[in-house]
Structures are given as C-alpha cells and as structure tokens.
C-alpha cells in the first residue's frame, strides 16, 4: 500500500475507511464555525431540512465578525437571529468585537492536531498551520452538520511545499504565501491540498504558519496544511485541555507536485491590483503613490505583525502627510495585548483610525470604506475590485512591514529601507 498525506490520514481517520486521493468519504466533523456572513442562509436550510435539534452543540461556533459594528436595522437583526438560536440550542457564540472567527477559533483551542475543522467561509483553511484538515464550505453544508455532525467531500491530492534555507531580515511570512501565490497562480492548487515540509518550517512561528495556510485558498487549494512540531504544541498548551494526536505523512506519501522555495533567497513581495496571483518583488512597484494603508484582517491582524508595523513606523519617522492608517487587530485578545505593551497607543500616536476587531473593512461591509482612486496598500487575502466596499479603489497586498513602510513616504517602500 502507497504512503499517505497527511490530509489522507485525517480524512481516513474521521470517515472509517481508507481514504485515498480522489474518494469520496462522508466524515465525522469536529468543529464547525459561521459567521453572520453565512449562518443566516444556514438556518434556513436548516429549517427546510427539517431541523428541530443540532446534533452535537458543543461542535458548533457562531461568530459575530463579519458585521461589526452592525450600521443597518437588517443587520442588527440578523445577529438576533443567531443569538437567539445559539441561546436555544446551546451554541457557543462569540459577540460583534470578540473578533473574527477564524482567529477566534484558534485561540480557544478549537483546531486541533489531527481533527477536522470546517468554517462557512472560505478562510476556514486558516486553521491548517495546527495540523488539521480545514476547509471552507458553503452554508447548505453547515446545515448539514448542524443536523447529523458530518460532511461529505472528495480526499484531494496534495502539493507538497518544501521551505528551505530562512526568511532574511525584513522579508516575512506574508512574503512566501504571495511569492508562492504569483508561481501557482489562482487556480494552480485547485481542489488540492497545499502541504508543507522541509527544514524551513522550523525558523516559521506559528503565526507565520497562520498566514501561509490562510493565503492556501487564493491559490484554489482546499487547504493548507502543516505537520505538527515543537512550535505547534507550544502555541496549544493553556489553549485547549483536550487531548490530540499529530498527523505527519508517510516517507512515501505520493503528491501530485512539488514546489520548492527557498527563503533566504526571496525579496519582499506585492500583489497588484486586482488579482492576488498578480505577485511581483516590491522593488518593481516602488514609488507607486499610496492614500489608505490598512494592518489587520484574519492574515495580518496577530500582535506579531502589529510589533512590525510598529517597528518600522517608530524607524520611519510616522505616518507621512496624505496618508490614512487604518487598524484592525484579529481579535479582542490581541487588541488587549496590543494595549498592554504600548502598541496600540503608539500606533494611535502615529494617527491610526482603531477600528473594532472584525471582517468589515476587510470585505467593505462597514467600518472603513477607500474612496474613489484611491490607492491602498494592504495586510489582507484579498485585492478584487470592489473588495474593501468600492470598485473604484484599488488595492495591493503586502506583508506588515511593507505596508508600515509605505505608510512612511506615502509611495510603496521596502521595509528593508526605512529599517536600516
């Protein structure tokens, strides 16, 4: 018998059979977040299904993030909706400014080694750096496993990521998911697994590894996944009491591909407007005029990328003239952290906009919206047109420091230059 990835392990462990690349398999699900993005529609499947009980409540995670603050009666109503059948039933839910979800559910110890986590939003793949199979779905499925706790899907195959060498100073990990992102392209992992290996992995922190995995679905994989190490056990202890078992893949597992980068040889990373795979080295879009930077979202709103802004703000001499900063940190937790050691008043010092933790300026559902031309620079997964509220904005992606840096001389600038 061939070897195993380690998506095919997990998914043969929660469906019972011996799941290999390309079967079909109806698993057992371990958690399963949504969000007021996705949970409405998942009622009313849920009621057309014929629901009258959840199947297992304590596997279940709402999550206020995506309209937050609510600004309409609409959405204010909506988050009724689901506090009431949370009440109900017993689900657990997270409050509009707890933050989002996907943060949320990695900080209450909800994605596990081993385990399959699934999220009504596509950035559910977040969760693979815990070396668990995480995935997206849509809210029909959501439905499902809020009646009888499982799911179908077909076993991918796997793209194995081999990371050498280590990441140079004022290169980070947002720089890997972009360059890797302009060399598989959009569509480049669809329906497969990104799975990642090599010496490189031990220089990566956990956060780190978030970004990589989140970032997996704008390649089309259907998730991101990392074997688990040191690193992975350290972040779990005070998060989670329950017991877990890591996954790692065979010596002979077969993947359909293997990508190698090696990190002390990449240079910052942008991806222009309006296309994430758009990705060049920084240094040919330099000196692009920039008016909004935004530092946060599920990719680069953690403490860690807001200690590197912050950095390369205090380095640069602030925020140049013209320039609007706008700030989002992932959750509640990191925005106290943030307050604790100084960040968040250092960065308010500097002129930032502090926006409540969640999704809104993000997707442009609330919060802070670019005007007209304008051009932003931003921490995000997501550069489409109209992505941030208004199509005629346009946006690029980069890692913090790139955009701290930015924010600096108003034009795109390498952190490396402001640093030194």
């Not at 110890?109 to 999220?119: E, N, W």
């Not at 956990?206 to 688990?228: C, Q, Y």
């Not at 005007?371 to 980069?398: E, H, P, Q």
Request: charge should be negative; aromatic fraction near 4%.
């Amino acid at each position: 018998m061939a070897g195993r990835t380690i998506s095919e392990k997990i998914l043969a462990r929660k469906s019972g059979q011996d799941a290999q690349a390309g079967d079909l398999v109806v698993c057992e699900v371990d958690c399963a977040l949504g969000t007021d993005g996705s949970v409405p529609m998942a009622l009313d499947y849920f009621k057309a299904m014929g629901g009258k009980n959840v199947h297992d409540s304590a596997r279940l995670v709402f999550a206020l993030d995506h309209y937050v603050p609510p600004a309409s009666p609409q959405t204010i109503e909506l988050h009724r909706v689901m506090q009431d059948f949370a009440k109900r039933f017993g689900v657990t839910l997270h409050e509009a400014g707890e933050g989002i979800g996907h943060q949320l559910i990695v900080e209450t110890g909800r994605a596990l080694p081993g385990s399959l986590v699934v999220g009504a939003d596509s950035h559910a793949v977040t969760y693979g750096a815990l070396n668990c199979f995480a995935t997206g779905i849509g809210s029909s499925d959501l439905a499902a496993i809020m009646l009888c706790g499982r799911m179908w899907l077909r076993v991918p195959d796997s793209i194995r990521v081999v990371l050498t060498g280590e990441l140079p100073s004022g290169v980070y990990a947002k720089d890997i998911a972009l360059a890797l992102a302009g060399r598989l392209g959009a569509d480049g992992a669809a329906y497969q697994a990104l799975e990642f290996a090599g010496p490189g992995l031990a220089t990566l922190t956990l956060e780190d590894r978030l970004v990589l995995s989140n970032l997996a679905v704008e390649m089309g994989a259907k998730t991101g996944i990392f074997p688990a190490d040191e690193e992975t056990v350290a972040y779990l202890e005070g998060r989670t009491g329950q017991a877990f078992e890591p996954i790692a893949p065979d010596p002979d597992a077969r993947y359909s591909r293997t990508v190698e980068i090696a990190l002390d040889a990449l240079p910052p990373q942008i991806a222009l407007p309006h296309l994430v795979d758009q990705v060049v080295p920084l240094e040919d879009a330099a000196g692009t005029p920039v008016q909004m930077v935004y530092l946060g979202t599920c990719t680069g709103g953690r403490l860690r990328d807001f200690h590197q802004a912050r950095a390369v703000l205090e380095a640069g001499g602030g925020v140049a003239p013209g320039v609007q900063l706008v700030v989002t940190p992932a959750s509640r937790e990191v925005r106290d952290a943030m307050a604790a050691d100084g960040t968040l008043d250092a960065l308010v010092g500097f002129g930032a906009t502090v926006v409540e933790p969640g999704c809104g300026s993000c997707c442009g559902t609330c919060g802070v919206i670019p005007a007209d031309g304008v051009s932003v620079i931003s921490t995000a997964n997501r550069n489409f047109k109209g992505r941030m509220g208004n199509a005629k904005a346009s946006i690029y992606l980069a890692s913090p420091a790139a955009c701290a840096a930015t924010a600096t001389r108003g034009a795109v600038t390498d952190p490396r230059e402001v640093s030194r």
